[in-house]
């Protein structure tokens, strides 16, 4: 049995990493409804901790099932950023502290990510893979921000979730600010790859 062309393409994306990177993203009502319906600061730091602790899984599912896709590559780290700016959000307007903290991190995303897409929507740069740096400074953020909430919450050990915090948010920080620096040459090369390649799409 044949499968139509748009049978076709809806397996393109309905593979088992693009499914569970949904599932993930779909967490993010759940996560602002524990913390503001509920007023659920332990709950709503333990599901962010959990979706955290699982960015590895749709890479592997990709990896383990031969369905690494184009649409994956650039619909995972999309649906990370939008759960690490929602997460970033809540606890700024929460007034988490420390403040400053999550500020410098509001602060290097929107710089970071907005010149990103500014380049790549109207210098058509080529998209780029993220570095094993800046994948180090998300995981130490990612599980910096729950410890930062668990240690404002009454939940028992809440201090020592607040010392975890700082022994991974302030590594983290100065890294993601360090790799922001770094992509320079980066995403230089990838202005000029994209640049090739329009010039060679309109001579042919």
Excluded at 33 to 57: C, E, M
């Amino acid at each position: 049995m044949e499968l139509t062309d748009q049978q076709l393409s809806t397996h393109k994306f309905l593979t088992a990493p693009n499914v569970f990177t949904l599932a993930r993203l779909c967490c993010i009502p759940l996560f602002l409804w524990l913390l503001f319906g509920r007023d659920n600061l332990a709950g709503a730091a333990f599901l962010l901790g959990g979706l955290g602790a699982t960015d590895w899984v749709d890479g592997w599912l990709a990896r383990r099932y031969n369905q690494v896709s184009e649409f994956g590559k650039i619909f995972d780290p999309t649906a990370d950023r939008l759960l690490f700016i929602v997460a970033i959000g809540g606890i700024i307007v929460e007034g988490i502290e420390p403040l400053w903290f999550m500020w410098l991190v509001v602060v290097r995303e929107v710089l970071f990510g907005g010149v990103v897409a500014l380049l790549t929507l109207f210098f058509g740069m080529k998209r780029f893979d993220v570095t094993w740096w800046g994948k180090t400074a998300t995981f130490l953020l990612m599980f910096a921000l729950p410890g930062f909430m668990l240690g404002a919450s009454d939940f028992p050990g809440h201090a020592l979730f607040l010392v975890a915090a700082w022994l991974m948010g302030i590594p983290g920080l100065v890294l993601s600010y360090y790799t922001a620096i770094a992509y320079v040459p980066t995403i230089r090369e990838s202005i000029r790859a994209g640049r090739t390649g329009r010039d060679g799409a309109a001579r042919g």
